[in-house]
């Protein structure tokens, strides 16, 4: 809804001769796979000259899906290749890019920040000698369209920016457009009690989402009441982060949090068993503790040391409520008793594990390291 002129924009950009690729480039939580999805909606819709063949797949860590060589071997399968999993990646690639090279197609490649590398003089290239081979030969040659979405600009399409790759920089909503999608997720108020929110959040799609939710459970969508209420007077993302710290005060939420932000991406539910089961990580999770606690109260010893907390209602409802909150993403499908932040949320809550148990933080950093 709030992001009108943009699809608007990328959409007649498709359509136009010289373009093969289109890179949507922006901050985490921007609107950039909401964006896309929009305009792959609208080129197959009949404005657009009707239904056409559409392979989509995300990167994004909160899948739990990060294999690239997965996306060749599926895409491959699409297409109707016998063999997806013979040659080498260069030649499964090629293959591909031929394949997709026959018909006008949608390829939609969402979260490729996963595979670009992050410092350097070679930041932003593609890890992944499979990706590299099938966007560098679309953006020369393609009947259709790949949109792409990234945190930082694809260093080997730099050259064809203005040819046949554009780059579109995604930035903060407008006010009546963050004021727009305030009111579509059920606050009430007027343009000017819902103007000052937007200011406040800098526009930011995903915080203005989590606030809107945030002032739902507390204030009942009410904007009026919000300042009166402890964490909700904000001035940015931290603020944010602040006042759902206060909600989340002395529930398990927060261990939660705390124990998924030590990984970079969804861990499956052995390892984070291991990490619970260490002692030394307890400053982490008290909340969580004291919950598992008072729920074993009563119970054998062989059911305290039985139960897994995986399977604790506490794990269960804390992952619902921030999966609700929409601090951590969907349940992965390969891990889904994992959990993955959002992306600004474990920035938030690492600093503040660091600062608040630095000795627990280092020890759970060393963990994961050491469990790959």
């Known amino acids: 809804m709030s992001r009108r002129a943009e699809v608007q924009r990328l959409s007649q950009a498709a359509n136009e001769a010289p373009v093969r690729v289109i890179s949507i480039v922006g901050l985490a939580g921007i609107g950039k796979t909401q964006l896309a999805l929009q ?4 080129q197959t819709s009949i404005a657009a000259g009707g239904p056409k063949p559409v392979f989509g797949w995300s990167f994004d860590r909160s899948a739990g899906d990060l294999d690239a060589n997965a996306f060749i071997r599926e895409a491959l399968r699409w297409r109707g290749d016998n063999a997806p999993d013979s040659g080498s990646v260069r030649e499964r690639a090629q293959r591909l890019v031929t394949l997709l090279q026959e018909e006008p ?3 939609l490649l969402d979260g490729l920040d996963s595979y670009q590398l992050m410092a350097g003089r070679r930041t932003g290239r593609l890890a992944h000698e499979g990706i590299s081979v099938v966007l560098r030969a679309l953006s020369v040659a393609n009947p259709g369209v790949c949109i792409v979405t990234s945190r930082m600009p694809l260093t080997e399409l730099s050259m064809q920016k203005s040819t046949s790759a554009p780059e579109f920089a995604l930035g903060r909503l407008s006010t009546a457009a963050g004021v727009e999608l305030l009111s579509a997720h059920g606050l009430r108020g007027r343009h000017a009690d819902l103007a000052p929110i937007v200011a406040e959040l800098h526009g930011h799609p995903w915080a203005l989402k ?6 739902l459970d507390r204030c009942d969508g009410d904007v009026l009441q919000r300042r009166a209420v402890a964490g909700l007077q904000l001035s940015g993302l931290d603020s944010l982060m602040e006042g759902y710290e206060k909600w989340f005060e002395g529930r398990p939420e927060l261990s939660l949090l705390r124990i998924a932000s030590c990984f970079r991406q969804p861990a499956p539910r052995g390892l984070l068993e291991k990490l619970l089961d260490e002692p030394a990580v307890a400053p982490l999770i008290p909340e969580l503790g004291r919950t598992l606690e008072r729920s074993r109260a009563g119970g054998s010893k062989s059911q305290m040391s039985n139960e897994s907390v995986l399977h604790s ?9 921030l999966r609700d909150a929409r601090l951590v993403g969907p349940r992965a499908r ?4 994992s959990l993955s932040p959002h992306p600004l949320a474990r920035l938030f809550i690492q600093e503040r594990a660091r600062q608040a148990s630095p000795q627990a933080w280092r020890f759970a950093k ?4 050491g469990h790959p």
Do not use: E, H, N, Y
């Not at 305009?39 to 609208?42: D, L, P, Q, T």
């Not at 209602?313 to 409520?321: F, P, Q, T």
């Not at 390969?334 to 008793?337: A, F, G, I, N, R």
């Open 39 to 42: 305009v792959v909606a609208f």
């Open 105 to 107: 197609v949608i390829l």
């Open 210 to 215: 989590a606030t809107a939710d945030l002032i």
């Open 313 to 321: 209602a506490a794990w269960k409802l804390g992952a619902r409520r």
């Open 334 to 337: 390969k891990t889904p008793d």
């Open 366 to 369: 060393r963990f994961v390291v």
